[in-house]
């Protein structure tokens, strides 16, 4: 069973930054795929950002330009960095693996906790 746990959520006024980790209890050689999910109140949880273990990265249109995903296949661990906040990053962020980029985009095979960000006005 593979663990994720995330840390570096917290509360920022907009326009300040977060840089979000996540540690997984596995080599990243088993884990194909990783990224975020944000899940804001009374909403969806979206994929905001993912990487793969060669490092492509994908990012959802509201945050491109802002945030950065960065992955270390030694530590085992993803980061996002998070710039420019907005009120509508608002949410909790999950840290999700998959094994390939398809099933992360539509069911993560492992969630970590969840982390909450609140960005405010």
């Known amino acids: 069973q593979v663990q994720l746990v995330e840390s570096g959520g917290g509360l920022v006024q907009a326009g300040g930054s977060l840089t979000l980790s996540c540690a997984a209890s596995?080599?990243?050689?088993?884990?194909?795929?990783m990224g975020w999910f944000r899940q804001a109140p009374g909403k969806e949880r979206v994929l905001v950002s993912a990487?793969?273990?060669?490092?492509?990265?994908k990012y959802a249109d509201s945050v491109k330009g802002r945030f950065t995903v960065s992955r270390d296949n030694i530590k085992n661990t993803i980061s996002l960095q998070m710039n420019r906040l907005e009120r509508d990053d608002t949410g909790v962020y999950y840290c999700?693996?998959?094994?390939?980029?398809?099933?992360?985009?539509?069911?993560?095979?492992?969630w970590g906790q969840g982390t909450q960000v609140t960005v405010s006005s």
């Open positions: 990487i793969t273990y060669e490092g492509n990265k």
């Open positions: 596995v080599q990243a050689a088993a884990i194909y795929a």
């Open positions: 999700a693996a998959a094994r390939s980029s398809l099933v992360l985009a539509t069911t993560p095979d492992y």
